[in-house]
C-alpha cells in the first residue's frame, strides 16, 4: 500500500515535471516566432528600398528612381482578381486622389503578368499602375515570395517608401477593407514631422 502511493506521488510529479518543461520549451518556441516576425517586420525600416523595373498593365516600365521626390506606396498582393485582391486594390482606387493631393503614388505589385494586370485594371478602372513581377525579382529581395507548391505568389505585404527612397513602413498584417485608409494616414503623418 505505502509503495503504491510512493510510485502514484512520483508518477504525479514526473508527469508535472514533464508537463511544465513542455510549457516552457512551448513558451520559448512562441517567443523565438513571435521575436521573429517582429524582427522580419522591422527589417525593412530605415533600409534604402531595393531598386526594380518592372512593367505595369500598359507595358509601361517603372524604376525606383522615378519616384525620388515623392511618397511611394509599394503593396504586394497575391492573384489578380481574387475576392481580397480586389476588394484592396478599389479602396486604393477609391482614396487615389487623396494619395496624389499627398505626393504619394501607389503601385500594386504581384507576381502575375502583364496580360493579367491589364485585364484585372481594365476590370477595376484602376487609376494606378500595378506592377508585372512575373520573375519575382522584386518580390525576392523583399523576402516576400511564398511558395504553394507548383506556384508562387507575394505575399500581402506592403511598404511605404519616402522622397528619399528609404522604407518608412513595412506593412505585414494587412487588412484589404482597411489597408488603404491606414497607409494615407500614415503618409499623412509622416509628412507632418518636422
Not at 498582393?77 to 493631393?101: H, I, V, W
Not at 504581384?110 to 476590370?123: E, Q
Not at 528609404?166 to 509628412?191: G, I
Request: one cysteine or more; hydrophobic letters at 35%.
Amino acid at each position: 500500500m505505502k509503495m503504491t502511493r510512493t510510485i502514484t506521488i512520483l508518477r504525479t510529479g514526473l508527469i508535472s515535471l514533464c508537463l511544465t518543461a513542455g510549457l516552457i520549451n512551448f513558451t520559448h518556441a512562441a517567443n523565438e516566432v513571435f521575436s521573429k516576425s517582429s524582427t522580419d517586420q522591422k527589417q525593412w525600416v530605415g533600409q534604402p528600398a531595393p531598386e526594380f523595373r518592372l512593367q505595369d498593365q500598359n507595358g509601361i516600365w517603372h524604376e525606383l528612381k522615378d519616384f525620388r521626390g515623392k511618397w511611394l506606396v509599394l503593396y504586394f498582393y497575391p492573384k489578380d482578381d481574387s475576392p481580397g485582391c480586389t476588394q484592396e486594390a478599389n479602396r486604393f482606387k477609391a482614396l487615389s486622389s487623396q494619395f496624389t493631393q499627398s505626393n504619394a503614388v501607389v503601385m500594386g505589385v504581384s507576381l502575375d503578368d502583364v496580360a493579367s494586370h491589364k485585364k484585372f485594371s481594365d476590370k477595376l478602372g484602376l487609376t494606378f499602375p500595378i506592377l508585372a513581377d512575373s520573375d519575382h525579382q522584386l518580390a525576392e529581395k523583399f523576402g516576400i515570395v511564398r511558395n504553394m507548391g507548383i506556384m508562387k505568389i507575394a505575399k500581402r505585404e506592403s511598404f511605404l517608401i519616402d522622397p528619399k527612397g528609404t522604407v518608412v513602413y513595412h506593412y505585414t498584417s494587412v487588412n484589404t477593407q482597411t489597408h488603404a485608409d491606414e497607409v494615407l494616414k500614415d503618409v499623412k503623418r509622416l509628412q507632418q514631422k518636422p
